[in-house]
């Protein structure tokens, strides 16, 4: 069955410090892998993108990692802010192209990021 | 920045009755999507929709559920007879293209059923 887990489930941090969150997937065929952030209320935004050939990516202090022969993916924040507190969640598009539709969600990783 | 818009920000309706949220996608988009997420649990794919037509489901997309175009900004889901179940935050998302184009959300109608 095609699943996204994401661990830690939860995350506190100091203001500036670095983290690092994990993501493994089953999904099968892979198309490309997604991190989103989602703070409470609102929708998720789009990080990063990447696909089965790209192995970093990076946005700004986000910087994502994907092994496809594992099937495991890490997004790293640095110097973290208190804005970066959210909920960060791993995406895995199962088809090749086309419409993008079924993503498959994890169920992300909640960071509190304190003062 | 342009966005995605949704309303009603909040609906509550009662068990039976139909409902339809609302959702204007970004202008130039192409593709259109449906989301729900149930609270405390993981976003899930409701169906995607491309020149005019459903390109692909899920299956908690059945047939209490159907989407519409029914002009050039808005893409509507309506659900017929209501559940308790239903009750969720329901995402709608627009991309401009194939290939590895983002998602951009809005930021979603919470539906209450009572």
């Known amino acids: 069955k095609n699943q996204v887990e994401q661990s830690p489930q939860s995350l506190i941090i100091l203001e500036g410090k670095n983290c690092t969150l994990q993501?493994?997937?089953?999904?099968?065929?892979?198309?490309?892998l997604r991190w989103y952030k989602q703070d409470t209320g609102r929708g998720p935004v789009s990080l990063t993108i990447?696909?089965?050939?790209?192995n970093t990516k990076s946005n700004g202090r986000y910087t994502a990692t994907l092994d496809a022969d594992t099937k495991q993916s890490s997004l790293h924040i640095t110097a973290s802010q208190l804005s970066d507190s959210a909920s960060y969640i791993c995406?895995?598009?199962?088809f090749g192209g086309g419409s993008q539709g079924n993503l498959i969600f994890g169920k992300g990783t909640k960071l509190s990021v304190k003062p | 920045e342009p966005e995605v818009t949704q309303t009603p920000s909040h609906q509550v309706t009662q068990m039976g009755q139909e409902v339809i949220l609302r959702c204007v996608p970004i202008?130039?988009?192409?593709?259109f999507y449906w989301y729900r997420q149930i609270l405390g649990q993981k976003v899930e794919f409701l169906v995607s929709?491309?020149?005019?037509?459903?390109?692909?489901k899920s299956e908690i997309f059945d047939d209490q559920f159907s989407v519409e175009r029914p002009d050039g900004s808005n893409f509507t889901l309506k659900i017929r007879s209501t559940k308790l179940e239903d009750s969720a935050m329901y995402f709608c998302?627009?991309?401009?293209?194939?290939?590895?184009?983002?998602?951009?959300f809005g930021d979603g109608t919470r539906l209450s059923i009572l």
């Open positions: 202008s130039n988009h192409l593709y």
């Open positions: 929709f491309y020149n005019n037509e459903i390109s692909e």
């Open positions: 993501c493994n997937y089953t999904v099968s065929p892979f198309s490309n």
């Open positions: 990447m696909t089965f050939s790209e």
């Open positions: 995406v895995v598009s199962p």
């Open positions: 998302a627009s991309s401009g293209g194939q290939g590895w184009q983002p998602q951009h």
